[in-house]
Protein backbone atom coordinates (compact mmCIF):
# COMPACT_ATOMS: atom_id res chain seq x y z
CA UNK A 1 0.00 0.00 0.00
CA UNK A 2 1.61 3.34 -1.02
CA UNK A 3 1.72 6.52 1.23
CA UNK A 4 -1.57 7.72 -0.47
CA UNK A 5 -3.18 4.48 0.75
CA UNK A 6 -2.16 5.62 4.37
CA UNK A 7 -3.77 8.37 4.21
CA UNK A 8 -6.75 7.75 2.87
CA UNK A 9 -7.33 4.94 5.52
CA UNK A 10 -6.59 7.61 8.46
CA UNK A 11 -8.73 10.51 6.83
CA UNK A 12 -11.48 7.71 6.48
CA UNK A 13 -10.99 6.47 10.23
CA UNK A 14 -10.99 10.39 11.06
CA UNK A 15 -14.38 10.71 9.60
CA UNK A 16 -15.69 7.57 10.86
CA UNK A 17 -14.66 9.22 14.10
CA UNK A 18 -16.10 12.54 13.60
CA UNK A 19 -19.51 10.70 12.27
CA UNK A 20 -19.78 9.23 15.49
CA UNK A 21 -19.22 12.01 17.20
CA UNK A 22 -21.94 14.07 15.26
CA UNK A 23 -24.33 11.00 15.57
CA UNK A 24 -23.39 11.10 19.51
CA UNK A 25 -23.90 14.67 19.71
CA UNK A 26 -27.06 14.42 17.76
CA UNK A 27 -28.34 11.45 20.13
CA UNK A 28 -27.71 13.86 23.19
CA UNK A 29 -28.70 16.94 21.30
CA UNK A 30 -32.36 14.78 21.22
CA UNK A 31 -32.30 13.47 24.50
CA UNK A 32 -32.03 17.08 25.99
CA UNK A 33 -34.65 17.92 24.00
CA UNK A 34 -36.80 15.36 25.01
CA UNK A 35 -36.14 16.40 28.52
CA UNK A 36 -37.11 19.72 27.75
CA UNK A 37 -40.25 18.69 26.11
CA UNK A 38 -40.59 16.85 29.28
CA UNK A 39 -39.80 19.75 31.64
CA UNK A 40 -41.81 21.87 29.49
CA UNK A 41 -44.66 19.78 30.12
CA UNK A 42 -44.48 19.55 33.64
CA UNK A 43 -44.07 23.07 33.47
CA UNK A 44 -47.23 23.56 32.19
CA UNK A 45 -48.93 21.22 34.54
CA UNK A 46 -47.08 22.74 37.34
CA UNK A 47 -48.97 26.14 35.59
CA UNK A 48 -52.30 25.03 35.10
CA UNK A 49 -52.08 23.76 38.42
CA UNK A 50 -51.47 26.90 40.08
CA UNK A 51 -54.31 28.57 38.07
CA UNK A 52 -56.27 25.79 39.37
CA UNK A 53 -54.90 26.89 43.21
CA UNK A 54 -55.01 30.97 41.95
CA UNK A 55 -59.01 30.13 40.96
CA UNK A 56 -59.71 28.56 44.04
CA UNK A 57 -57.77 31.22 45.78
CA UNK A 58 -59.68 33.78 44.34
CA UNK A 59 -63.22 31.68 45.21
CA UNK A 60 -62.11 31.69 48.86
CA UNK A 61 -61.20 35.21 48.92
CA UNK A 62 -64.69 36.16 47.81
CA UNK A 63 -66.39 33.76 50.25
CA UNK A 64 -64.36 35.71 53.13
CA UNK A 65 -65.13 39.04 51.68
CA UNK A 66 -68.59 38.00 51.33
CA UNK A 67 -68.51 36.77 54.88
CA UNK A 68 -66.83 39.96 56.53
CA UNK A 69 -69.63 42.26 54.68
CA UNK A 70 -72.36 40.01 56.74
CA UNK A 71 -70.18 39.77 59.74
CA UNK A 72 -69.78 44.00 59.41
CA UNK A 73 -73.51 44.28 59.13
CA UNK A 74 -74.31 41.69 61.85
CA UNK A 75 -71.62 43.88 64.19
CA UNK A 76 -73.62 46.81 63.07
CA UNK A 77 -76.84 45.34 64.50
CA UNK A 78 -74.96 43.87 67.49
CA UNK A 79 -73.36 47.57 68.05
CA UNK A 80 -76.80 49.01 67.96
CA UNK A 81 -78.42 46.64 70.62
CA UNK A 82 -75.56 46.55 72.94
CA UNK A 83 -76.69 50.98 72.80
CA UNK A 84 -80.06 50.23 73.50
CA UNK A 85 -78.79 47.61 76.18
CA UNK A 86 -76.58 50.15 77.77
CA UNK A 87 -79.57 52.51 77.80
CA UNK A 88 -81.66 50.17 79.25
CA UNK A 89 -78.74 49.14 81.80
CA UNK A 90 -78.31 52.61 83.05
CA UNK A 91 -81.91 52.80 83.66
CA UNK A 92 -82.39 49.77 85.75
CA UNK A 93 -78.95 51.17 87.51
CA UNK A 94 -80.68 54.61 88.17
CA UNK A 95 -83.67 52.63 89.35
CA UNK A 96 -81.37 49.83 91.66
CA UNK A 97 -79.24 53.16 92.81
CA UNK A 98 -82.77 54.25 94.11
CA UNK A 99 -84.56 51.04 95.59
CA UNK A 100 -80.75 50.54 97.55
CA UNK A 101 -81.31 53.95 99.07
CA UNK A 102 -84.55 53.12 99.51
CA UNK A 103 -83.16 49.43 101.08
CA UNK A 104 -80.42 51.15 103.16
CA UNK A 105 -82.98 53.63 105.28
CA UNK A 106 -85.28 50.06 105.73
CA UNK A 107 -81.71 48.53 106.84
CA UNK A 108 -80.89 51.58 109.01
CA UNK A 109 -84.34 50.93 110.77
CA UNK A 110 -83.96 46.88 110.68
CA UNK A 111 -80.30 47.18 112.58
CA UNK A 112 -81.71 49.70 115.10
CA UNK A 113 -84.31 47.15 116.05
CA UNK A 114 -81.99 44.48 116.28
CA UNK A 115 -79.83 46.29 117.95
CA UNK A 116 -82.07 46.68 120.79
CA UNK A 117 -83.65 43.00 120.12
CA UNK A 118 -79.51 41.73 121.27
CA UNK A 119 -79.72 43.81 124.10
CA UNK A 120 -82.66 42.66 125.37
CA UNK A 121 -81.98 39.50 124.70
CA UNK A 122 -78.38 39.34 126.17
CA UNK A 123 -79.72 40.98 129.11
CA UNK A 124 -82.06 37.83 129.17
CA UNK A 125 -79.31 35.64 128.38
CA UNK A 126 -77.55 36.72 131.03
CA UNK A 127 -79.67 36.66 134.09
CA UNK A 128 -80.71 32.97 132.82
CA UNK A 129 -77.04 32.03 133.14
CA UNK A 130 -76.41 33.09 136.38
CA UNK A 131 -79.43 31.30 137.32
CA UNK A 132 -78.15 28.15 135.76
CA UNK A 133 -74.51 28.76 137.28
CA UNK A 134 -75.90 29.31 140.52
CA UNK A 135 -78.39 26.23 140.11
CA UNK A 136 -75.02 23.82 138.30
CA UNK A 137 -72.91 25.25 141.30
CA UNK A 138 -75.49 23.85 143.63
CA UNK A 139 -76.02 20.42 142.13
CA UNK A 140 -71.82 20.16 141.60
CA UNK A 141 -71.56 20.95 144.92
CA UNK A 142 -73.76 18.41 145.95
CA UNK A 143 -72.32 15.85 143.66
CA UNK A 144 -68.95 16.52 144.80
CA UNK A 145 -70.14 15.89 148.19
CA UNK A 146 -71.90 12.60 147.32
CA UNK A 147 -69.29 11.53 145.47
CA UNK A 148 -66.76 12.19 148.08
CA UNK A 149 -69.08 10.28 150.73
CA UNK A 150 -69.45 7.41 148.25
CA UNK A 151 -65.37 7.56 147.82
CA UNK A 152 -64.78 7.26 151.62
CA UNK A 153 -67.35 4.37 151.86
CA UNK A 154 -66.14 2.44 148.93
CA UNK A 155 -62.66 3.25 150.47
CA UNK A 156 -63.59 2.28 153.60
CA UNK A 157 -65.80 -0.78 152.44
CA UNK A 158 -62.29 -2.23 149.85
CA UNK A 159 -60.01 -1.41 153.30
CA UNK A 160 -61.99 -3.61 155.41
CA UNK A 161 -62.05 -6.28 152.86
CA UNK A 162 -58.64 -6.20 152.54
CA UNK A 163 -57.76 -6.00 156.38
CA UNK A 164 -59.91 -9.10 156.76
CA UNK A 165 -57.72 -10.98 154.33
CA UNK A 166 -55.30 -10.17 157.49
CA UNK A 167 -51.90 -10.99 156.59
CA UNK A 168 -49.32 -10.86 159.25
CA UNK A 169 -49.88 -11.24 162.90
CA UNK A 170 -53.27 -10.03 164.66
CA UNK A 171 -51.83 -8.12 167.06
CA UNK A 172 -48.78 -5.71 166.11
CA UNK A 173 -46.94 -3.30 168.72
CA UNK A 174 -45.03 -0.32 167.84
CA UNK A 175 -42.73 -0.93 170.59
CA UNK A 176 -41.41 -4.03 169.12
CA UNK A 177 -40.03 -2.33 166.31
CA UNK A 178 -36.54 -1.21 168.20
CA UNK A 179 -32.69 -1.51 167.96
CA UNK A 180 -33.39 -4.45 170.56
CA UNK A 181 -35.25 -6.30 168.48
CA UNK A 182 -32.99 -5.92 165.53
CA UNK A 183 -30.34 -7.64 167.88
CA UNK A 184 -32.37 -10.14 168.96
CA UNK A 185 -33.41 -11.51 165.39
CA UNK A 186 -29.52 -11.37 164.61
CA UNK A 187 -28.47 -13.15 167.38
CA UNK A 188 -30.97 -15.75 166.67
CA UNK A 189 -29.74 -16.03 163.19
CA UNK A 190 -25.80 -16.68 164.50
CA UNK A 191 -26.90 -19.47 166.97
CA UNK A 192 -25.94 -23.04 166.38
CA UNK A 193 -28.73 -25.11 165.14
CA UNK A 194 -28.98 -28.41 165.23
CA UNK A 195 -31.18 -31.72 163.44
CA UNK A 196 -32.91 -34.02 165.45
CA UNK A 197 -29.56 -36.26 164.49
CA UNK A 198 -27.91 -33.75 166.36
CA UNK A 199 -25.91 -32.67 163.76
CA UNK A 200 -25.25 -29.07 163.20
CA UNK A 201 -27.47 -27.37 160.19
CA UNK A 202 -25.67 -25.54 157.64
CA UNK A 203 -28.37 -23.92 155.19
CA UNK A 204 -27.85 -22.22 151.96
CA UNK A 205 -30.16 -20.14 150.71
CA UNK A 206 -30.86 -19.40 147.20
CA UNK A 207 -31.84 -16.15 146.03
CA UNK A 208 -34.02 -16.51 142.92
CA UNK A 209 -35.73 -13.84 141.22
CA UNK A 210 -36.05 -12.21 137.38
CA UNK A 211 -33.78 -9.43 136.35
CA UNK A 212 -34.56 -5.98 138.31
CA UNK A 213 -36.71 -7.99 140.80
CA UNK A 214 -34.64 -6.44 143.48
CA UNK A 215 -32.49 -9.83 144.52
CA UNK A 216 -29.37 -8.02 145.02
CA UNK A 217 -30.37 -5.22 146.64
CA UNK A 218 -32.34 -7.54 148.93
CA UNK A 219 -29.29 -9.66 150.00
CA UNK A 220 -27.20 -6.21 150.34
CA UNK A 221 -29.99 -5.56 153.04
CA UNK A 222 -29.79 -8.57 154.48
CA UNK A 223 -25.92 -8.16 154.74
CA UNK A 224 -26.30 -4.83 156.23
CA UNK A 225 -28.69 -5.94 158.84
CA UNK A 226 -26.32 -8.63 159.84
CA UNK A 227 -23.19 -6.86 160.11
CA UNK A 228 -25.15 -4.09 161.63
CA UNK A 229 -23.95 -1.56 158.94
CA UNK A 230 -24.24 2.21 159.63
CA UNK A 231 -24.66 2.71 155.76
CA UNK A 232 -26.51 0.40 153.05
CA UNK A 233 -23.87 -2.44 152.02
CA UNK A 234 -23.07 -2.61 148.38
CA UNK A 235 -21.69 -6.59 148.41
CA UNK A 236 -23.79 -7.93 145.82
CA UNK A 237 -23.78 -5.87 142.41
CA UNK A 238 -26.77 -4.26 141.89
CA UNK A 239 -27.90 -3.91 138.16
CA UNK A 240 -30.34 -2.26 135.85
CA UNK A 241 -33.83 -3.77 135.12
CA UNK A 242 -32.44 -4.62 131.39
CA UNK A 243 -28.94 -5.71 132.19
CA UNK A 244 -28.60 -7.84 135.36
CA UNK A 245 -25.23 -7.34 136.36
CA UNK A 246 -25.70 -10.97 138.36
CA UNK A 247 -24.44 -13.40 136.31
CA UNK A 248 -22.73 -15.84 138.40
CA UNK A 249 -23.44 -17.19 141.68
CA UNK A 250 -22.21 -15.03 144.40
CA UNK A 251 -22.18 -16.75 147.87
CA UNK A 252 -21.49 -15.30 151.41
CA UNK A 253 -21.32 -17.23 154.33
CA UNK A 254 -22.73 -15.47 157.78
CA UNK A 255 -22.27 -17.72 160.44
CA UNK A 256 -23.37 -21.26 160.20
CA UNK A 257 -25.28 -20.45 156.86
CA UNK A 258 -24.71 -19.56 152.68
CA UNK A 259 -26.72 -16.81 151.17
CA UNK A 260 -26.23 -16.96 147.99
CA UNK A 261 -27.60 -14.73 144.99
CA UNK A 262 -28.18 -16.22 141.58
CA UNK A 263 -28.03 -15.08 138.51
CA UNK A 264 -31.10 -12.67 137.32
CA UNK A 265 -32.32 -15.30 134.41
CA UNK A 266 -35.18 -16.62 135.89
CA UNK A 267 -37.53 -15.42 133.38
CA UNK A 268 -35.62 -16.58 130.41
CA UNK A 269 -36.66 -19.19 128.37
CA UNK A 270 -33.24 -20.09 127.59
CA UNK A 271 -33.37 -21.19 131.33
CA UNK A 272 -34.09 -24.91 131.30
CA UNK A 273 -36.27 -26.47 134.21
CA UNK A 274 -34.03 -29.43 134.41
CA UNK A 275 -31.28 -26.68 135.45
CA UNK A 276 -33.57 -24.92 138.07
CA UNK A 277 -33.70 -28.61 139.42
CA UNK A 278 -30.53 -28.99 139.85
CA UNK A 279 -29.23 -26.19 141.20
CA UNK A 280 -31.96 -25.58 143.62
CA UNK A 281 -31.77 -29.55 144.88
CA UNK A 282 -28.14 -28.86 145.51
CA UNK A 283 -26.23 -31.16 142.52
CA UNK A 284 -24.29 -27.91 141.39
CA UNK A 285 -21.66 -26.75 142.70
CA UNK A 286 -21.92 -22.89 143.71
CA UNK A 287 -18.03 -22.42 142.60
CA UNK A 288 -18.77 -24.18 139.18
CA UNK A 289 -17.40 -22.58 136.29
CA UNK A 290 -20.76 -20.95 134.20
CA UNK A 291 -19.91 -21.69 130.48
CA UNK A 292 -23.21 -20.13 129.09
CA UNK A 293 -24.58 -17.54 131.58
CA UNK A 294 -28.26 -17.89 130.19
CA UNK A 295 -28.17 -21.65 130.46
CA UNK A 296 -26.49 -21.79 133.81
CA UNK A 297 -24.41 -24.55 131.80
CA UNK A 298 -21.40 -26.05 133.96
CA UNK A 299 -18.02 -27.08 132.84
CA UNK A 300 -18.02 -29.79 135.85
CA UNK A 301 -19.52 -33.17 136.50
CA UNK A 302 -22.86 -32.24 138.78
CA UNK A 303 -22.57 -34.08 142.26
CA UNK A 304 -25.09 -35.87 144.14
CA UNK A 305 -28.18 -33.83 145.99
CA UNK A 306 -27.16 -32.44 149.79
CA UNK A 307 -29.72 -32.26 152.27
CA UNK A 308 -28.53 -28.44 153.73
CA UNK A 309 -29.44 -26.92 150.34
CA UNK A 310 -32.97 -26.27 151.71
CA UNK A 311 -34.75 -23.10 151.19
CA UNK A 312 -34.99 -21.09 147.92
CA UNK A 313 -36.15 -17.44 148.29
CA UNK A 314 -38.37 -16.17 145.48
CA UNK A 315 -37.99 -12.31 145.14
CA UNK A 316 -40.60 -10.20 143.18
CA UNK A 317 -41.31 -7.22 142.54
CA UNK A 318 -44.78 -6.61 144.14
CA UNK A 319 -46.54 -5.11 141.13
CA UNK A 320 -45.27 -7.96 138.39
CA UNK A 321 -47.87 -9.97 136.30
CA UNK A 322 -46.04 -13.19 136.01
CA UNK A 323 -45.42 -14.34 132.25
CA UNK A 324 -45.39 -17.77 131.30
CA UNK A 325 -41.61 -18.34 131.40
CA UNK A 326 -41.54 -17.08 135.09
CA UNK A 327 -44.45 -19.43 135.58
CA UNK A 328 -43.17 -22.11 134.55
CA UNK A 329 -40.02 -22.02 137.29
CA UNK A 330 -42.08 -21.04 139.69
CA UNK A 331 -43.62 -24.35 139.06
CA UNK A 332 -40.70 -26.06 139.17
CA UNK A 333 -39.95 -24.77 142.45
CA UNK A 334 -43.52 -25.26 143.98
CA UNK A 335 -43.26 -28.52 143.05
CA UNK A 336 -39.56 -29.59 144.57
CA UNK A 337 -41.27 -28.36 147.87
CA UNK A 338 -44.18 -30.28 147.43
CA UNK A 339 -41.99 -33.45 146.96
CA UNK A 340 -40.06 -32.18 149.89
CA UNK A 341 -36.79 -31.80 147.48
CA UNK A 342 -36.63 -28.41 149.70
CA UNK A 343 -39.01 -25.39 150.99
CA UNK A 344 -39.54 -22.28 149.79
CA UNK A 345 -40.37 -18.34 150.13
CA UNK A 346 -41.74 -15.42 148.65
CA UNK A 347 -40.11 -11.88 149.23
CA UNK A 348 -41.92 -8.60 147.79
CA UNK A 349 -39.44 -5.37 147.05
CA UNK A 350 -40.05 -2.00 146.70
CA UNK A 351 -42.61 -1.67 149.70
CA UNK A 352 -42.50 2.17 149.40
CA UNK A 353 -43.66 1.78 145.91
CA UNK A 354 -46.56 -0.14 147.06
CA UNK A 355 -47.51 2.44 149.57
CA UNK A 356 -46.00 6.09 149.38
CA UNK A 357 -46.11 5.92 153.34
CA UNK A 358 -43.29 3.90 153.39
CA UNK A 359 -40.96 5.98 151.80
CA UNK A 360 -40.80 7.37 155.04
CA UNK A 361 -39.21 4.44 157.29
CA UNK A 362 -40.31 5.41 160.19
CA UNK A 363 -43.86 4.27 159.12
CA UNK A 364 -42.94 1.00 158.68
CA UNK A 365 -44.84 -0.11 161.87
CA UNK A 366 -48.21 0.88 159.75
CA UNK A 367 -47.15 -2.62 157.48
CA UNK A 368 -49.71 -4.75 158.63
CA UNK A 369 -52.64 -2.19 159.08
CA UNK A 370 -51.82 -0.58 155.40
CA UNK A 371 -54.39 -2.28 152.96
CA UNK A 372 -52.32 -1.38 149.50
CA UNK A 373 -50.05 -4.21 151.11
CA UNK A 374 -52.42 -6.78 151.72
CA UNK A 375 -54.32 -6.18 148.82
CA UNK A 376 -50.41 -6.27 147.04
CA UNK A 377 -49.59 -9.83 149.44
CA UNK A 378 -53.27 -11.13 148.58
CA UNK A 379 -52.62 -10.58 144.78
CA UNK A 380 -48.98 -12.33 144.88
CA UNK A 381 -50.65 -14.99 146.38
CA UNK A 382 -53.01 -16.24 144.39
CA UNK A 383 -50.69 -15.68 141.23
CA UNK A 384 -48.02 -17.71 142.53
CA UNK A 385 -49.60 -20.16 144.84
CA UNK A 386 -47.88 -19.12 147.75
CA UNK A 387 -49.61 -19.34 150.83
CA UNK A 388 -49.77 -15.68 152.35
CA UNK A 389 -47.40 -17.07 155.62
CA UNK A 390 -44.62 -17.95 153.32
CA UNK A 391 -44.26 -14.29 152.14
CA UNK A 392 -42.67 -11.44 153.16
CA UNK A 393 -42.00 -7.55 152.00
CA UNK A 394 -39.40 -5.48 152.49
CA UNK A 395 -38.37 -2.21 151.18
CA UNK A 396 -34.93 -1.73 149.22
CA UNK A 397 -32.71 0.72 150.07
CA UNK A 398 -32.86 3.18 146.85
CA UNK A 399 -32.57 7.21 148.13
CA UNK A 400 -31.56 6.12 151.10
CA UNK A 401 -27.28 6.69 152.47
CA UNK A 402 -28.01 5.61 155.98
CA UNK A 403 -29.90 2.45 157.31
CA UNK A 404 -33.07 2.72 159.50
CA UNK A 405 -33.71 0.22 162.33
CA UNK A 406 -37.12 -0.38 160.95
CA UNK A 407 -35.78 -1.32 157.35
CA UNK A 408 -33.12 -3.80 159.15
CA UNK A 409 -35.69 -5.19 161.23
CA UNK A 410 -38.01 -6.07 158.29
CA UNK A 411 -34.97 -7.93 156.58
CA UNK A 412 -34.38 -9.88 159.74
CA UNK A 413 -37.88 -11.24 160.03
CA UNK A 414 -38.19 -12.13 156.36
CA UNK A 415 -34.46 -14.24 157.29
CA UNK A 416 -35.89 -15.25 160.45
CA UNK A 417 -39.18 -17.12 158.58
CA UNK A 418 -36.65 -18.59 155.72
CA UNK A 419 -34.16 -19.93 158.27
CA UNK A 420 -37.16 -21.53 160.45
CA UNK A 421 -38.60 -22.94 156.67
CA UNK A 422 -34.78 -23.82 156.16
CA UNK A 423 -34.55 -25.98 159.62
CA UNK A 424 -38.26 -27.30 159.11
CA UNK A 425 -36.80 -28.80 155.51
CA UNK A 426 -33.51 -30.46 156.59
CA UNK A 427 -35.67 -32.44 159.29
CA UNK A 428 -38.08 -33.15 156.73
CA UNK A 429 -35.04 -34.75 154.83
CA UNK A 430 -34.33 -36.96 157.66
CA UNK A 431 -37.57 -37.53 158.12
CA UNK A 432 -37.84 -38.66 154.71
CA UNK A 433 -34.50 -40.49 154.75
CA UNK A 434 -36.42 -42.88 158.10
CA UNK A 435 -38.86 -43.77 155.98
CA UNK A 436 -36.92 -45.08 152.81
CA UNK A 437 -35.10 -47.15 155.78
CA UNK A 438 -38.29 -48.43 157.17
CA UNK A 439 -39.62 -49.65 154.09
CA UNK A 440 -35.79 -50.97 153.28
CA UNK A 441 -35.64 -53.06 156.99
CA UNK A 442 -38.94 -54.60 156.85
CA UNK A 443 -38.00 -55.66 152.98
CA UNK A 444 -34.86 -57.06 154.71
CA UNK A 445 -36.79 -58.77 157.69
CA UNK A 446 -39.55 -60.43 155.04
CA UNK A 447 -36.52 -61.94 152.64
CA UNK A 448 -35.01 -63.15 155.72
CA UNK A 449 -38.30 -64.93 156.88
CA UNK A 450 -38.47 -66.35 153.34
CA UNK A 451 -35.13 -67.46 153.39
CA UNK A 452 -35.25 -69.63 156.66
CA UNK A 453 -38.20 -71.43 155.64
CA UNK A 454 -37.71 -72.33 152.62
CA UNK A 455 -34.20 -73.62 154.58
CA UNK A 456 -35.95 -75.54 156.72
CA UNK A 457 -38.57 -77.19 154.47
CA UNK A 458 -35.55 -78.32 152.55
CA UNK A 459 -34.20 -79.71 155.75
CA UNK A 460 -37.68 -81.20 155.95
CA UNK A 461 -37.37 -82.98 153.09
CA UNK A 462 -33.60 -84.55 153.34
CA UNK A 463 -34.80 -86.00 156.39
CA UNK A 464 -37.90 -87.43 154.79
CA UNK A 465 -35.95 -88.78 152.15
CA UNK A 466 -33.72 -90.69 154.81
CA UNK A 467 -36.21 -92.23 156.66
CA UNK A 468 -37.75 -93.81 153.45
Excluded at 114 to 119: G, L, P, S, Y
Excluded at 137 to 160: M, S, Y
Excluded at 420 to 428: F, I, P, R
Aim: contains cysteine.
Amino acid sequence: MSWFGYADAADLARAQEVARNEARRVKEEKERAEEARKEANESNIRAKDAEERAQKENQRANEERERAEQEKMAAGKAKEEATESARRAEQAAEQAHIEKQKALEAQGLAKEERVRAEEARARAENEARKSVETRQKKETAEQENKRLLDEKDEKQKRDETLMQFAWGPKKTKRGRWTAQEVQRLRDMFYEHMHDKEGRLIHGKILIFGPSGAGKSSFCNGLRAALKDSAQPTTYYAVGSHDNSLTRTFQPSQYGDHWIIDMPGIFESSDFKTESIEAIASGRVRFDAQIGNWKTLEVKINQQQARRDVSCVVLVLHHGITLGDELKRQLNAIIRLGGEGVLSYHLVLTHLDECDPQFKDPENIPNLYNSPLVQEAVKMMSEQTGIPPYAISYVKNYVTENTTHTNTKLLHLEALDRILTSTAEQVEKMIDLKLQKNMYEDARVSWTTAVFISAAVMCVCAVVYMCTQ
